[in-house]
């Protein structure tokens, strides 16, 4: 059995070592399934939409740990290191035992690990701001601009505080401290409104 444990300690502590240098850590190698697929409809003799129920079925299997390579070489480097560690300190312990022991740490710490990584991959993903998120958020004026000249704005979003430039199509002259609303987007700069026109 320590061959075993050896190989998935080396195994999965490379792909570990990988992750941690070159940012294996994002890379699914297609195993990770997309939460997002869309299903063909179809509808079950019951009537119900057959999609919905493979929908629910589907994002439950994606929110499983197994479905990700990161459980499966987090867990195998903890299983081999377990049983290594085990089998040397205490020699005498059954080898079912030892097995069993490193079954249950693989399981709880590429579970842990997978599920951790996922989350922090999801508030990364979930704080980028996209244009299309700015479609409709009040900003400050930062730097004083009209129709015919170019100004900044600044607002808060997503925890994020963004300076962008402005322009405006709107005969009002806009002043520091002024309140606006951002009608839309082009190239890093913000079409803006007076606020009460927004409103």
């Not at 300690?9 to 699914?28: K, M, N, P, R, T």
């Not at 990700?68 to 290191?81: A, E, H, M, N, V």
């Not at 300190?89 to 022991?101: A, E, H, K, R």
Request: a negative charge; aromatic letters at 10%.
């Amino acid at each position: 059995m320590n061959a075993i444990y050896t190989i998935c300690f080396v195994v999965g502590g490379l792909f570990v070592a990988l992750g941690a240098i070159a940012g294996l850590d994002g890379v699914e190698f297609g195993i990770e399934f997309d939460p997002d697929l869309e299903l063909k409809d179809g509808t079950t003799a019951d009537g119900t939409q057959a999609s919905d129920t493979r929908s629910h079925w589907l994002q439950t299997l994606v929110s499983l740990p197994f479905s990700s390579l990161k459980f499966w070489t987090f867990g195998g480097c903890f299983f081999g290191l377990s049983g290594l560690v085990l089998s040397k300190l205490n020699p005498s312990l059954p080898g079912s035992v030892v097995f069993l022991v490193a079954i249950v740490v693989g399981l709880l710490c590429g579970s842990a690990i997978a599920s951790i990584l996922r989350y922090l991959q999801r508030s990364q993903a979930d704080s980028l701001v996209r244009p299309e998120d700015l479609m409709g958020q009040s900003a400050i004026v930062e730097i004083p601009f009209d129709r015919d000249s170019k100004g900044k704005v600044n607002l808060k979003i997503k925890g994020t505080s963004l300076s962008l430039s402005a322009y405006t199509d709107s005969d009002r002259a806009f002043s520091r401290g002024d309140r606006t609303f951002i009608i839309g987007m082009k190239n890093s700069t913000v079409w803006v409104v007076p606020s009460e026109e927004g409103e």
